[in-house]
């Protein structure tokens, strides 16, 4: 009886164990075997209702599965904006960098330029500036020169980019 007992407990535990290490696959074992434009209406999705967290998981399994398909470039552009919106500026930067690399004669490079700028100018804003009264002068100016060159440089090489204006007013 006392066997049984135990034998149930380790069974038991075996089933808990086991539900919960299946429950703990990761955001991207879930597209793993999907194609590309699954994956690319899935990352759009994410993006309509904000759930930033998983629209990055997807435009970079997009990125990593399909490297020269037919929306890599456009997905690595998603995945700026998303690294923007979920509050990683450092992240969205390296995206930014890593696009104007990869595609220097893109038509959407000006955006790249802009989101590096917008990164840049707004991590200065984080949540406890909001609330709390600072001195403009006392803050490190780094961050607004990096974002003041950037956006310089998005005036001079597109002129006549649809961010150009906004741009010139946070310059």
Same mark, same amino acid.
């Given at each position: 009886?006392?066997? &049984?007992?135990?034998?149930? !407990?380790?069974?038991?535990?075996?089933? &808990?164990?086991?539900?919960?290490?299946?429950?703990?696959?990761?955001?991207?074992? *879930?597209?793993?075997?999907?194609?590309?434009?699954?994956?690319?209406?899935?990352?759009?999705?994410?993006? +309509? &209702?904000?759930?930033?967290?998983?629209?990055?998981?997807?435009?970079?399994?997009?990125?990593?599965?399909?490297?020269?398909?037919?929306?890599?470039?456009?997905?690595?552009?998603?995945?700026?904006? $998303?690294? #923007?919106?979920?509050? *990683?500026?450092?992240?969205?930067?390296?995206?930014?960098?890593?696009?104007?690399?990869?595609?220097? +004669?893109?038509?959407?490079?000006?955006?790249? #330029?802009?989101?590096?700028?917008?990164? #840049? #100018?707004?991590?200065?804003?984080?949540?406890? $500036?909001?609330?709390?009264?600072?001195?403009?002068?006392?803050?490190?100016?780094? !961050?607004?020169?990096?974002?003041?060159?950037?956006?310089?440089?998005?005036?001079?090489?597109?002129?006549?980019?649809?961010?150009?204006?906004?741009?010139?007013?946070?310059?």
């Amino acid at each position: 009886m006392k066997s &049984v007992k135990l034998f149930n !407990k380790h069974l038991i535990c075996l089933l &808990v164990l086991s539900l919960t290490l299946a429950s703990c696959s990761s955001k991207e074992d *879930e597209f793993a075997n999907s194609g590309e434009d699954i994956l690319w209406r899935e990352g759009l999705r994410s993006m +309509d &209702v904000s759930n930033w967290a998983r629209a990055i998981a997807i435009m970079q399994q997009i990125e990593a599965q399909f490297p020269f398909g037919q929306f890599a470039a456009q997905s690595q552009l998603e995945l700026i904006f $998303a690294y #923007y919106r979920n509050s *990683e500026p450092e992240a969205a930067r390296a995206a930014a960098d890593r696009f104007i690399r990869l595609y220097p +004669d893109h038509a959407n490079l000006d955006y790249a #330029y802009y989101m590096r700028g917008m990164a #840049y #100018y707004s991590e200065d804003a984080r949540i406890l $500036a909001r609330y709390m009264p600072t001195d403009p002068s006392k803050r490190d100016p780094g !961050k607004a020169r990096e974002s003041f060159s950037d956006f310089s440089q998005l005036i001079s090489r597109f002129p006549n980019s649809p961010y150009a204006p906004d741009a010139r007013a946070r310059m």
